[in-house]
């Protein structure tokens, strides 16, 4: 096939992958860290007030949790697109 032009590149989407994984689990992170940050809070702090962070929390973390499994699937098909990349790549013509 003369005249075979690719353009992408397995690294660039390696890339991709990673900051998308990345970003996954600094939402985890952060979702652990407000929920341990409330908990630590019902120390000293416990009458209807505290009750209201909680559902602010919780609402919270659920809004931030959300877009994880639409992430996740985004890496499941940045891994495929990579891998067919890496095969078309090492086809010889």
Do not use: H
């Not at 630590?40 to 505290?50: E, I, P, R, T």
């Not at 209201?52 to 919780?58: A, F, K, R, S």
Request: net charge positive; glycine share 6%.
């Amino acid at each position: 096939m003369a005249g075979r032009k690719v353009s992408g590149s397995p690294e660039a989407l390696e890339q991709m992958i990673q900051k998308t994984n990345m970003f996954v689990e600094a939402q985890q992170r952060l979702i652990e860290s407000l929920k341990r940050d409330y908990r630590s809070a019902g120390q000293d702090w416990n009458d209807s007030k505290y009750v209201q962070l909680g559902e602010v929390i919780d609402n919270t973390c659920r809004a931030i949790g959300a877009s994880t499994p639409t992430l996740r699937e985004c890496v499941t098909k940045l891994q495929a697109l990579k891998r067919a990349l890496e095969d078309f790549n090492n086809v010889r013509f």
